[in-house]
């Protein structure tokens, strides 16, 4: 298939674009770089081994979609561009709503006009909120709690209306839990800008020295060491997962909204033990009080993925720890240190270190 990725220079795009590229589909780019680096491009290039063609362009520009969708065809969009940080939603509403929900029903309505009838769409557990009963499956209430996330089910329901408006047009609706961890090759991973939200890159940090310790808010939550659960999933088993969608919407006649998830709970401090065990460096951290907005434990039901899918998770949590710490270990400060590699010509091929072997806010 000829695949748009919009977003594909970001954390779960350019992973994705990995997993697509080692099915044989065709990809192209689409990213503004607001929140990722153009070196990440180079860095495809030599884990792929082939040429990548990127377009550098917003989707909140409609003349430079219109350019695109008239001199390219595509078989189906993969569409990760969002602005993601919660905290700046809610300073910021408006950019997130125009960035977001705007950029989205633009490139809905160049799809439209140009033909290309599927869509995979990246959504996030955030829109269920504070779940009343866990496991989280597909059918609980939904109730965003912040403008990014109210960003998320808008998209949800523009994509769904149009499905029901238009019986051709096929979308699978990915609802992911906690992404973490990196490619094998340490070439990619999460390059976050500032002070991480997240918790992998934030422990990252700390373990490369960037900063001196971890805060962990809460520690007295209703889980069995008190800090909050989450369901965090490995990268590469995510970005696996879209080409399974992609694979769905070209065979069966359906979209399809599905979690993904590893359906198992980890705590903060097991996390954190983890890590150390994977990397062998220590993370001091201290305990802090709750954080209002926090929720006790979220994880996935994932099984109707399973189901529609045949995905399942493989990677486990010392995989995501183990390929964390790699990624951030080979590139201390992010890509955008790297200044070698801007000078660099050619596509060679990653180092060969390991492959993942063993089995999310
Ligand atoms: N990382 C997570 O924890 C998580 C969890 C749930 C859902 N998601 C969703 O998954 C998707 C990808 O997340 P990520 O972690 O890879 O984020 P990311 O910020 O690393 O990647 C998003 C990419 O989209 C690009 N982009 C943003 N707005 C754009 C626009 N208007 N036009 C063109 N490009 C634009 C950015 O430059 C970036 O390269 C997002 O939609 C996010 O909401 C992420």
Known sequence: MSVLVC??????????????????????????????SQRVLLRLQRITGAPLECKHLDLRSKT??????????????????????????CARPLEYFDNNISGTIN????????GVQRLVF????????????????EQ?????????????????????????????????????????????SGLIGEDPTGIPNNLMPYICQV?????????IFGDDYPTPDGTGVRDYIHVMDLARAHVDALEYLARANASLTVNLGTGHGISVLELVHAFEAASGRRIPYEIQARRPGDVAQVYADPSLAQRLLGWRTQLDVHAMCRDAWRWQSMNPT??????????????????????SSDAVQ
């Open 7 to 36: 977003g594909g220079a970001g954390y779960i795009g350019s992973h994705t674009c990995v997993a697509l590229a080692a099915q044989g589909h065709h990809i192209v780019i689409a990213d503004n770089f607001a929140n990722s």
């Open 64 to 89: 430079a979609l219109a350019r695109m969708f008239a001199t390219h065809q595509f078989d189906a969009v993969v569409h990760f561009a969002a602005l993601k940080a919660v905290g700046e939603s």
């Open 107 to 114: 490139l809905l309505q160049a799809m439209q006009g140009a």
């Open 122 to 137: 990246s959504s996030s557990a955030t829109v269920y909120g504070d779940p009343e009963r866990l496991p989280v499956n």
């Open 140 to 184: 609980a209430r939904l109730d965003v709690t912040n403008p990014y996330g109210r960003t998320k089910l808008v998209m949800e329901q523009l994509i769904g209306d149009l499905c029901c408006a238009r019986p051709m047009f096929r979308a699978a609706v990915l609802r992911y839990f906690n992404p973490v961890g990196a490619h094998p």
């Open 207 to 215: 373990a490369a020295g960037r900063r001196s310790q971890l805060s």
């Open 334 to 355: 992010g890509y955008e240190r790297a200044k070698s590699e801007v000078r660099a010509r050619g596509v060679r091929k990653p180092p060969q270190t390991g492959q």
